[in-house]
């Protein structure tokens, strides 16, 4: 199943706009004729948001290789019990979130060898990939003071600047290793701007 055509991911960092963009082209392509499944990571089943809640905890003083772990876990349940099957029934699905997050957060801010993922990939979501995924780019500090307007305090919000930084650098370095299906959005500008470019590369990506 390697790259379905409408498999959409969304991908940034903390206060991007990531779910109101899904959400928005969602229902662009719903108003299309299109069957469409959003769907979040982590999440997205009941097992998937129980496994959420212990990765989010503040309370929880988590070490990288259990956290790595999780997010596979709530992955692989994802994967078997949502998407697999949507994507068989052609339906478009759009996620908020998939590996290139793990990516960013383990790999490439808590230092996690690069390598470790790509095998947990390999076992996980074989032959799938996103066919497209927008990455909404903004400054951290921009996003995280957007996250606690909206009074979301979890335990990736309360690490530091630097960690942050280090999930947006991540987040360039994987754009710019696979241009074609990554594309960058600059998510300083306002709500229709933003929404009008995704809309715009959805479609051309498709014919
Ligand atoms: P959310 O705030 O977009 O719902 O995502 C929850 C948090 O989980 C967010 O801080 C990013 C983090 N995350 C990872 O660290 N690794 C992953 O693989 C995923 C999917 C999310």
């Known amino acids: ?3 379905v055509k409408g498999f959409i991911s969304f991908e940034g960092s903390e206060g991007s706009g990531k779910s109101t ?8 392509l719903r ?8 769907t979040a990571e982590p999440g997205g089943t009941n097992i998937g948001n129980k496994i959420r809640g212990l990765l989010l905890d503040p309370e929880n003083d988590m070490d990288p290789l259990t956290e790595l772990l999780l997010y596979y876990s709530a992955r692989a ?25 793990t990516a960013a ?14 095998t947990l990939n390999d076992i996980v979501v ?41 999930v947006r650098q991540g987040f360039h370095q994987i754009a710019r290793e696979e241009p ?7 998510a300083s500008r306002d709500k229709e701007e933003i929404s009008r470019e995704i809309i715009k590369i959805v479609e051309e990506s498709w014919h």
């Not at 349940?77 to 590996?99: K, W």
């Not at 990455?135 to 996250?147: P, Q, T, Y």
Request: proline share 3%; no cysteine.
């Open 1 to 3: 199943m390697s790259r």
């Open 21 to 28: 963009h899904a959400k928005l082209l969602a229902a662009y």
């Open 31 to 38: 108003a299309q004729g299109h069957n469409v499944l959003e």
């Open 77 to 101: 349940q994802h994967v078997r019990e949502i998407i697999y099957p949507a994507l068989l029934q052609n339906t478009v699905v759009i996620t908020d979130r998939f590996t290139d997050s």
């Open 105 to 118: 957060y383990q790999g490439y801010a808590r230092g996690i060898d690069l390598s470790i993922i790509e």
């Open 126 to 166: 074989p032959d799938l990939k996103p066919s497209l995924t927008i990455l909404l780019d903004l400054d951290v500090e921009e996003g995280l003071r957007r996250n606690r307007t909206a009074q979301k305090i979890d335990r990736f919000e309360q690490e530091t600047i630097d960690f942050h930084g280090r």
């Open 180 to 186: 074609e299906r990554v594309r960058l959005v600059d």
